[in-house]
């Protein structure tokens, strides 16, 4: 297996984690699910530095982002499978 452009750690998760420098929009990714070592694909909606998120399905507004199978904030806009995910949509629940 080649090095992968994104890892997910737990199968509920629904966004992932970049492990690449530079990586472009419209990259096919391979993206490893660390939990059971399994794989797929996803393409990149864009250009996303290394550490931070992507989707990995559409996500609408008011939804939980779960990354480690854990709760880690809110989405505070739509995001499209494969887009970027930080700061700018997503947000803690803590206050």
Not at 23 to 52: Q, R
């Amino acid at each position: 297996m080649s090095a992968p452009h994104l890892l997910v750690h737990d199968k509920a998760d629904n966004v992932g984690v970049v492990v690449v420098e530079n990586l472009k929009a419209g990259t096919d990714m391979l993206c490893v699910v660390t939990e059971d070592n399994s794989d797929f694909h996803l393409t990149s909606k864009h250009d996303v530095p290394i550490g931070h998120k992507i989707a990995l399905r559409a996500i609408k507004a008011g939804d939980t982002a779960t990354k480690y199978g854990q709760d880690i904030g809110k989405f505070v806009q739509d995001v499209d499978e494969g887009g970027h995910v930080h700061v700018h949509n997503l947000k803690t629940k803590r206050w």
